[in-house]
């Protein structure tokens, strides 16, 4: 049988996929510190007013002695690529909320401009911000290396993975030779929304599993038309491929605190739980990163526990706070509340509750520019219809379980959107047939 430790890679496989209460006032207080200062441990109280509450609450698992935590520009223009606003230029208007809180009409771009986003005075505005949240600009896919670390009590466990992984959408695609031909997707009548496969290269236990997922367009349904995602996993010491499910996504993984929804804060199926806009605010986050993280430094420093980015650029940016509750009555959160950048809709902090209402989980994001070229040259060129690639991407996952101090660390600091060269290549990557592929 698969074992149980190696079914937790299951988490990669999706790494690169294509991640109610009163309204809240964005503060309008000056900062007191400027682009360019760098803030030291005993400086933190500077910190305060521009950060979640309860980040601050459990700040000693993320600040720490020695810390050097640069400022960065204020609300700096990280605006999508130009083809991406062509479309949600093209398409405005069209897309709409079904039944569930579906996505009809969509064709690609951002569904819901945000010129006219209201979150007090539109019930619904949680829902369509989470509809732009998953059809966020990631480029023409994603690729990249990853290590996936286990620590608890600051203390780096021996479980470990390293490998591979890509992300390929197949569908509501923006470069011209797919929207214009035929509505975006890359094969025609194409039913999968994305496939994402990932391989496992280290510990010599666990290398040459690979995995492969298809994510439905069905998925922007009603729950009742909704079809669950597929995976297929090969195991070497089985020598056979075995169909799992991906049905119960909301379990924790084993030996993890994540769960497969979790990364990017959220990567679920949006009809599948009710959101709520709580406000707007003007917060602190990791910006466009400074340091290397692995592939290209395997040690950085992520502090005492192994999960911090205050070592890393921080940046003030508009924040949008959405409240996830499970449609589901068997879900282990009462509730999710994730921080979304208001330009991007990347995520930059969320936090999970117990059925106690105690906070669980609090997840957080490293994430990386693609026009700057000053960590490692040229690592994300733009592509046919993509000039420049314009995108703010994740490039670290980090979840911390603060009732009991464990966490889990995942990077993918080389993680790019450029996609495949050909189709042909494409489908032989999608193809099931791949994982067995010289074995």
């Given at each position: 049988?698969?074992?149980?430790?190696?079914?937790?890679?299951?988490?990669?496989?999706?790494?690169?996929?294509?991640?109610?209460?009163?309204?809240?006032?964005?503060?309008?207080?000056?900062?007191?510190?400027?682009?360019?200062?760098?803030?030291?441990?005993?400086?933190?109280?500077?910190?305060?007013?521009?950060?979640?509450?309860?980040?601050?609450?459990?700040?000693?698992?993320?600040?720490?002695?020695?810390?050097?935590?640069?400022?960065?520009?204020?609300?700096?223009?990280?605006?999508?690529?130009?083809?991406?606003?062509?479309?949600?230029?093209?398409?405005?208007?069209?897309?709409?909320?079904?039944?569930?809180?579906?996505?009809?009409?969509?064709?690609?771009?951002?569904?819901?401009?945000?010129?006219?986003?209201?979150?007090q005075g539109d019930p619904q505005a949680g829902v369509k911000f989470m509809w732009n949240f998953e059809r966020r600009w990631s480029g023409g896919g994603g690729q990249a290396h990853f290590l996936y670390t286990y620590w608890d009590r600051g203390e780096k466990l021996p479980l470990y993975y390293e490998g591979t992984g890509r992300g390929i959408p197949l569908a509501y695609r923006v470069e011209p030779e797919y929207l214009d031909e035929q509505e975006g997707d890359v094969f025609r009548k194409e039913k999968r929304r994305v496939a994402s496969g990932a391989e496992v290269t280290a510990p010599f236990d666990a290398r040459g599993i690979k995995l492969l997922t298809?994510?439905?367009?069905?998925?922007?349904?009603?729950?009742?038309?909704?079809?669950?995602?597929?995976?297929?996993?090969?195991?070497?010491?089985?020598?056979?491929?075995?169909?799992?499910?991906?049905?119960?996504?909301?379990?924790?993984?084993?030996?993890?605190?994540?769960?497969?929804?979790?990364?990017?804060?959220?990567?679920?199926?949006?009809?599948?739980?009710?959101?709520?806009?709580?406000?707007?605010?003007?917060?602190?986050?990791?910006?466009?990163?400074?340091?290397?993280?692995?592939?290209?430094?395997?040690?950085?420093?992520?502090?005492?526990?192994?999960?911090?980015?205050?070592?890393?650029?921080?940046?003030?940016?508009?924040?949008?706070?959405?409240?996830?509750?499970?449609?589901?009555?068997?879900?282990?959160?009462?509730?999710?509340?994730?921080?979304?950048?208001?330009?991007?809709?990347?995520?930059?902090?969320?936090?999970?509750?117990?059925?106690?209402?105690?906070?669980?989980?609090?997840?957080?994001?490293?994430?990386?520019?693609?026009?700057?070229?000053?960590?490692?040259?040229?690592?994300?060129?733009?592509?046919?219809?993509?000039?420049?690639?314009?995108?703010?991407?994740?490039?670290?996952?980090?979840?911390?379980?603060?009732?009991?101090?464990?966490?889990?660390?995942?990077?993918?600091?080389?993680?790019?959107?450029?996609?495949?060269?050909?189709?042909?290549?494409?489908?032989?990557?999608?193809?099931?047939?791949?994982?067995?592929?010289?074995?």
């Open positions: 049988m698969l074992r149980t430790e190696q079914l937790s890679f299951v988490l990669v496989c999706a790494l690169l996929a294509l991640p109610a209460g009163a309204q809240e006032d964005a503060t309008t207080v000056v900062p007191p510190f400027k682009q360019g200062d760098v803030i030291h441990f005993g400086q933190l109280d500077q910190l305060k007013p521009y950060l979640p509450e309860e980040f601050w609450a459990n700040r000693d698992f993320f600040f720490f002695e020695g810390m050097q935590l640069e400022i960065g520009p204020s609300h700096f223009d990280y605006a999508p690529a130009a083809v991406f606003q062509r479309a949600t230029t093209k398409f405005k208007g069209q897309p709409r909320l079904g039944p569930d809180g579906s996505l009809e009409n969509y064709t690609a771009g951002t569904p819901f401009p945000m010129e006219n986003f209201d979150c298809y994510r439905y367009k069905t998925s922007y349904g009603p729950l009742a038309e909704a079809k669950n995602d597929d995976t297929w996993v090969y195991v070497p010491t089985l020598r056979r491929v075995r169909r799992i499910s991906t049905a119960q996504r909301t379990d924790a993984i084993s030996g993890t605190d994540f769960t497969l929804d979790d990364l990017f804060s959220f990567n679920g199926i949006v009809p599948q739980y009710e959101w709520t806009c709580l406000g707007t605010h003007d917060y602190l986050a990791p910006g466009n990163t400074r340091i290397k993280g692995y592939p290209y430094v395997k040690d950085q420093n992520f502090g005492p526990y192994g999960l911090s980015l205050a070592n890393d650029r921080w940046e003030m940016r508009k924040m949008i706070k959405v409240r996830m509750r499970s449609r589901s009555g068997d879900h282990p959160y009462s509730f999710k509340d994730i921080y979304i950048d208001a330009q991007t809709f990347q995520p930059h902090y969320s936090f999970a509750y117990d059925q106690k209402d105690e906070l669980w989980k609090i997840i957080w994001h490293a994430k990386r520019w693609s026009e700057d070229k000053s960590l490692a040259g040229d690592w994300y060129d733009g592509w046919d219809g993509v000039d420049e690639p314009r995108d703010l991407r994740v490039v670290g996952d980090i979840i911390v379980n603060v009732q009991t101090g464990t966490g889990n660390r995942i990077e993918f600091w080389d993680a790019n959107g450029k996609p495949m060269e050909s189709k042909a290549k494409i489908r032989r990557y999608i193809d099931t047939g791949r994982l067995t592929l010289g074995r």
